[in-house]
């Protein structure tokens, strides 16, 4: 009777821990991408608006911001990498395109998170992805093909305080005099997040930072045609690594 009842508690403890293992290993991550100047909340509802100033004293407008985030990962305190396919559009406009559910779940525990801004070189391939395609992301050949990774667009009040256009486009580094192409994707450390149970992970973007530092960004002089300018991709690369910080953690 004991070893009966023995064999019954083992098997009911299995079940258990089976039960909980399969609980675990359903949880859930979702990316909030959330985005502010210096502080200051940015929504779709302060488009079109010269409200902001950058670090030059220059006011200016936001009328698109689009982004592309690949390569995520999370790392655990055994330091195994949890890589997930796919990419994001992000885009401001939309409550949606904010949004980046991870497409597989994971176990609890404390991860590193960490992504790439734009595409690799491996990834970033001539007309690959029919919806980037859709989207209107592609880099003409004669610039060095493949996609963008930014797309911030809007209006400043230029040095004769007319209101002029700017497009402040992200894609690989080109030199089309001599075809040299230089790397401008970088990846993004969040540092180290506890996960217990589903949560929704805020990422911060601070669009400031873009025309801070360490190039402090004159758009007088760098408004336009910054795709095909090799000098201006560096420099906006070397600006965006201080962009993006870890913001709230829901779960």
Same mark, same amino acid.
């Not at 007319?162 to 080109?174: K, L, M």
């Not at 970088?186 to 805020?202: L, P």
């Not at 408004?223 to 070397?238: G, H, P, R, V």
């Given at each position: 009777m004991k070893k009966i009842i023995l064999l019954l508690f083992v098997s009911l403890s299995i079940a258990c821990s089976s039960d909980n293992d399969t609980l675990v290993n359903e949880i859930s991550v979702t990316l909030r991408f959330t985005h502010n100047w210096d502080g200051a909340i940015v929504t779709v509802d302060d488009f079109n608006v010269l409200d902001f100033t950058n670090k030059k004293g220059t006011k200016l407008s936001i009328e698109r911001l689009r982004y592309l985030i690949s390569r995520v990962e999370l790392i655990n305190s055994a330091n195994d990498t949890l890589s997930f396919d796919g990419y994001k559009l992000v885009d401001l406009a939309s409550e949606e395109d904010i949004l980046f559910n991870l497409p597989n779940t994971i176990l609890e525990g404390p991860y590193k998170l960490e992504c790439t801004f734009g595409f690799n070189n491996e990834d970033n391939i001539d007309n690959a992805y029919p919806d980037l395609n859709s989207a209107n992301w592609n880099v003409p050949e004669n610039l060095g093909g493949g996609y963008h990774f930014m797309q911030l667009d809007?209006?400043?009040?230029? &040095?004769?305080?007319?209101?002029?256009?700017? *497009? #402040?486009?992200? %894609?690989?580094?080109?030199?089309? @005099? =001599?075809? /040299? &192409?230089?790397?401008?994707?970088?990846?993004? *450390? #969040?540092?180290? %997040?506890?996960?217990?149970?589903? @949560? =929704?992970? /805020?990422?911060?973007?601070?669009?400031?930072?873009?025309?801070?530092?360490?190039?402090?960004?004159?758009?007088?002089?760098?408004?336009?045609?910054?795709?095909?300018?090799?000098?201006?991709?560096?420099?906006?690369?070397?600006?965006?690594?201080?962009?993006?910080?870890?913001g709230t953690v829901s779960q």
């Open positions: 809007g209006k400043f009040k230029d &040095s004769l305080f007319n209101e002029s256009p700017y *497009n #402040f486009h992200a %894609i690989q580094a080109y030199d089309m @005099a =001599t075809q /040299e &192409s230089k790397d401008t994707f970088f990846r993004v *450390n #969040f540092g180290t %997040i506890s996960i217990s149970k589903n @949560a =929704t992970i /805020e990422l911060k973007m601070n669009i400031a930072q873009w025309f801070k530092e360490p190039h402090e960004w004159d758009l007088n002089e760098l408004n336009t045609q910054l795709m095909m300018n090799f000098e201006a991709q560096k420099q906006i690369s070397d600006n965006g690594r201080n962009v993006f910080s870890l």
